[in-house]
């Protein structure tokens, strides 16, 4: 069955920065494209990211654009959020989540990010 | 941006009755409509794409339809554990997705 599970979350001071992994299992991850979506405490779902199945299209909601950088390893299995320059508006869940022909079909259980000095 | 507008925001309803949530969207976004089920500290689970199609073992008492600007998503003969926040979203702008700001069902 398919599996996303992201690691790396934590409390970092604003202007820092921090690196999200989401493992990927269940299904052949060089085959499909994948996001980065994200939920404030207490809020709805904001889009941040997408990276294409080979790693060679990336786009970026304005909010992240130029700090926010998405990458993958098909090797491993593994996709990547390096986040810089981190605001206390960047606190929330982040979720790793599957592009299934467009649609968001996987979601990871996500990873908390708090941005608080 | 396509703006997803969500109504209404909180659904009072009792176990066995039918609900009805509605979502619209700012401009045309064809059948590119997704539903999504988030309960409590989980991650949002994918109930309906196309704007009619369950995904995969979504309970038939899940239907929804519409098009263009104005769906609907409906909850026949309402379970305990389907008392939750529903999102929806588009994709037809993909990959830059919109999500609604939910509606929350509760008892």
């Known amino acids: 069955q398919v599996q996303l599970v992201e690691s790396g979350g934590g409390v970092v001071q604003p202007g820092r920065s921090l690196r999200l992994s989401c493992a990927a299992s269940?299904?052949?991850?060089?085959?499909?494209?994948m996001h980065w979506i994200r939920q404030a405490p207490g809020k709805g779902l904001e889009w941040v990211s997408i990276?294409?199945?080979?790693?060679?299209?990336?786009y970026y909601a304005d909010s992240v654009k130029g700090r926010f950088t998405i990458s993958r390893d098909n090797s491993k299995n593994t996709l990547y959020l390096q986040m810089n320059s981190l605001r206390a508006d960047d606190t929330a869940v982040y979720y790793c989540?599957?592009?299934?022909?467009?649609?968001?079909?996987?979601w990871g259980q996500g990873t908390l990010v708090t941005v608080s000095s | 941006e396509i703006v997803m507008t969500q109504s209404p925001g909180t659904l009072s309803v009792s176990p066995g009755e039918r609900a009805t949530l509605s979502c619209r969207a700012s401009?045309?976004?064809?059948?590119?409509l997704a539903w999504y089920q988030q309960k409590p500290g989980q991650a949002p689970r994918l109930l309906i794409y196309?704007?009619?199609t369950r995904a995969a073992d979504i309970p038939a008492r899940f239907s929804a339809s519409g098009s263009g600007t104005e769906f609907t998503l409906t909850i026949s003969s309402l379970q305990s554990e389907d008392f939750a926040v529903y999102y929806c979203?588009?994709?037809?702008?993909?990959?830059?997705?919109?999500f609604g700001q939910g509606t929350k069902l509760e008892i």
């Open positions: 989540v599957r592009d299934g022909r467009a649609v968001a079909d996987y």
């Open positions: 269940g299904f052949n991850f060089n085959s499909f494209g």
């Open positions: 990276i294409w199945y080979d790693g060679n299209n990336k």
């Open positions: 401009q045309s976004v064809s059948s590119n």
């Open positions: 196309g704007a009619s």
């Open positions: 979203q588009q994709y037809n702008h993909w990959p830059r997705y919109t």
